[in-house]
Nanobody
Framework: QVQLVESGGGLVQAGGSLRLSCAAS????????MGWCRQAPGKEREFVASITWSGTRTYYEDFVKGRFTISRDIAKNTVYLQMNSLKPEDTAVYYC?????????????????WGQGTQVTVSS
């Protein structure tokens, strides 16, 4: 099992940047693929980015490709999401997630564990 706690959200002007952090606890953290998903008001939760347990491969949804970067530091039990060139449509609650079964999950339904979420608001 793994417990996840996100931080780093906030209010930012369009075009600005934020870095989200996800602190993980649990003995098997290094064996889990990790990802970030988000949910805007009135919309379904959607996949954003994922990273393999080794941290050597990543995948991004098209709407963030070139703007967001996912990374992990296994020694620190932490996953990051660097968000640049933020747009108002990026406004959402961002969730850190862990997957115990899949190498590089690309859908919300694949993830097994979730953090509580952190709010990101991008003003125009």
């Amino acid at each position: 099992q793994v417990q996840l706690v996100e931080s780093g959200g906030g209010l930012v002007q369009a075009g600005g940047s934020l870095r989200l952090s996800c602190a993980a606890s649990g003995r098997t953290f290094s064996s889990y693929a990790m990802g970030w998903c988000r949910q805007a008001p009135g919309k379904e939760r959607e996949f954003v980015a994922s990273i393999t347990w080794s941290g050597t491969r990543t995948y991004y949804e098209d709407f963030v490709k070139g703007r967001f970067t996912i990374s992990r530091d296994i020694a620190k039990n932490t996953v990051y999401l660097q968000m640049n060139s933020l747009k108002p449509e990026d406004t959402a609650v961002y969730y850190c997630a862990a997957d115990k079964d899949n190498w590089l999950p690309r859908t919300v339904s694949e993830y097994d564990y979730w953090g509580q979420g952190t709010q990101v608001t991008v003003s125009s």
